[in-house]
Structures are given as C-alpha cells and as structure tokens.
C-alpha cells in the first residue's frame, strides 16, 4: 500500500506533520510492512485539507486518528448463524 501525505503550504500549517508522526508510528507498532509512507507536493486540494492519498485515492480532511484508522488492516467479520433453533 502506497500512502502520500501532502505537504503543500496549507496542509503543511494542518497537521500534515502530525499525520506522519502518527503513521510511522503505526506502521512500526503494528508491523505494517506492506505500506510505503512518502510525502507529497501540493495534491491540489487545498480548501479540503489536510490530505493523503493512498494507493491513488485521495482523502479529504484528514486527521492523525483517520490516517492510522484508513491504514489498519480491516477485522475480517465473523459469520453469524441465525439458523440455530433451540
């Protein structure tokens, strides 16, 4: 997973700092491997800011508990069996 966090003017004076801190954090704590963290130039999004972009999709608003929530690994569901009769 490719994950590019803007550092443009505006994000940079948002939290874009804060934001890799966060996911470098994570990707050490939870041994993300897979993920490629860089920054990026201005996206062009600037009135939406902050913003990272992950394997080519853009997120909007972004804050440090969104990035790491957008990187986590998803919980797979369990099944539930509502055929059970008692």
């Not at 874009?16 to 490629?36: A, H, M, P, S």
């Not at 992950?54 to 804050?63: A, F, K, R, S």
């Amino acid at each position: 997973m490719k994950v590019q966090v803007c550092h443009g003017r505006t994000c940079t004076e948002r939290f874009c700092e804060y934001i890799n801190t966060r996911l470098k954090n994570d990707v050490e704590k939870f041994k993300l491997g897979q993920i490629e963290l860089e920054d990026s130039l201005c996206m062009g999004y600037c009135k939406k800011w902050p913003n990272i972009k992950i394997d080519g999709n853009v997120n909007h608003y972004v804050t440090p508990v969104k990035a790491a929530e957008l990187i986590q690994p998803k919980p797979k569901k369990k099944k539930t069996n509502f055929n059970n009769k008692k």
